[in-house]
C-alpha cells in the first residue's frame, strides 16, 4: 500500500498513475492550502506587492502552491526580476503560466536530495544581492531560515503570505483510516517536515503510544535530507530518502515494492 499525504488536488494525478501501474493506493493529505480570502488584509497586500513587483531583484517562490496563488492573480512577470524555487516541481509549476528558462532568470538547487532553503542560498549570488530588495512569497506559517539567512547578508526581504497552510481534521472517519493504515505494511511519501509533525500527531490523537509505535515501523520515503533526519530522530525505523518529484518516487517504488 502506498500512502500518499499531500494536499488532494496536488496527488490525484500521481495517485491515478501509480493506480494504472498496478500500485494499491490510497490518499491520507496532512496538509491541506487554502487561498487568500478575496478583499482580505493578506490579500490587500499580495496585490500591492504585485503592482510593484519591478522593484524586487529577485523573487522566491516557496513552493508550487505559491507560484500558483501568486500567477492566478494574472499577473505578467517583469522579465528584469529573477526568479528562485526549490525544485523541479516549481519550475514545472511557472512552465504553466509560460515562466521557463527561455523567458526568465531562473534559480533552483542543484542538488534533488536538497531542494530546500540551504540548497537554494549555495545557488544565490548573495553579495550580488546585498543592499537591494527580494520578496519571498509563502505560506503563513513555515521556515524562516531562508528570509533570516537572506537577512543577514544585507539583503532587504519583504515576505508576502499568499496562501494559507493547515492541517486537516481529524475526524471519526480519518481516525479509522489512519489506524487502519497503520496494521498493513505501508509507504508514506511524505514531503515536509511539517507533514510528518502532523502525522506524529494524528497518530497518538487517535491511538495512544501504541499507534505511535506502529507508525514508527512504517516505510517512509521522503523527498528532503532534513525531513529525514527528523524522522529518524523522531523514532521512525524505515526511512529513505527519495528527492523531489513524481518521478524519483516512481524510480523509489521499483525498487523498494
Known amino acids: 500500500m502506498i500512502v500518499l499525504t499531500r494536499p488532494l488536488a496536488q496527488s490525484r494525478d500521481l495517485a491515478i498513475r501509480l493506480k494504472n501501474d ?151 472517519q480519518r481516525s479509522e483510516q489512519l489506524i487502519g493504515l497503520l496494521t498493513w505494511s505501508s509507504n508514506w511519501v511524505v514531503s515536509s517536515s511539517e507533514a510528518l509533525r502532523t502525522l506524529e500527531d494524528m497518530a497518538f490523537r487517535c491511538g495512544g503510544a501504541d499507534a505511535v509505535v506502529k507508525m514508527h515501523q512504517v516505510k517512509l520515503l521522503v523527498s528532503h535530507q532534513r525531513i529525514a533526519q527528523i524522522a529518524e530522530k523522531n523514532g521512525f525505523k524505515h526511512v529513505s530518502l527519495i528527492g523531489l518529484g513524481d518521478e524519483n518516487l516512481l524510480l523509489a517504488l521499483q525498487s523498494h515494492l
Open 22 to 172: 498496478g500500485h494499491a493506493v490510497t490518499q491520507f493529505p496532512l496538509l491541506e492550502v487554502e487561498p487568500l480570502a478575496t478583499g482580505s488584509e493578506l490579500h490587500q497586500q499580495l496585490t500591492a506587492t504585485l503592482a510593484n513587483l519591478q522593484r524586487y531583484a529577485m523573487a522566491v517562490f516557496v513552493s508550487p502552491n505559491a507560484i500558483h496563488a501568486v500567477f492566478r492573480e494574472g499577473v505578467k512577470w517583469p522579465t528584469q526580476v529573477a526568479i528562485a524555487v526549490m525544485g523541479d516541481g516549481s519550475r514545472a509549476a511557472l512552465a504553466q503560466y509560460g515562466v521557463n528558462d527561455s523567458n526568465a532568470r531562473i534559480v533552483s538547487p542543484v542538488d534533488a536530495t536538497h531542494s530546500d532553503s540551504e540548497g537554494l542560498l549555495k545557488q544565490l549570488d548573495l553579495s550580488a544581492l546585498q543592499g537591494r530588495d527580494m520578496v519571498i512569497f509563502r505560506a503563513l506559517t513555515g521556515r524562516e531560515h531562508l528570509a533570516d539567512a537572506l537577512t543577514r547578508q544585507g539583503i532587504k526581504i519583504d515576505k508576502v503570505v499568499v496562501y494559507h497552510r493547515f492541517a486537516p481534521e481529524l475526524t471519526t
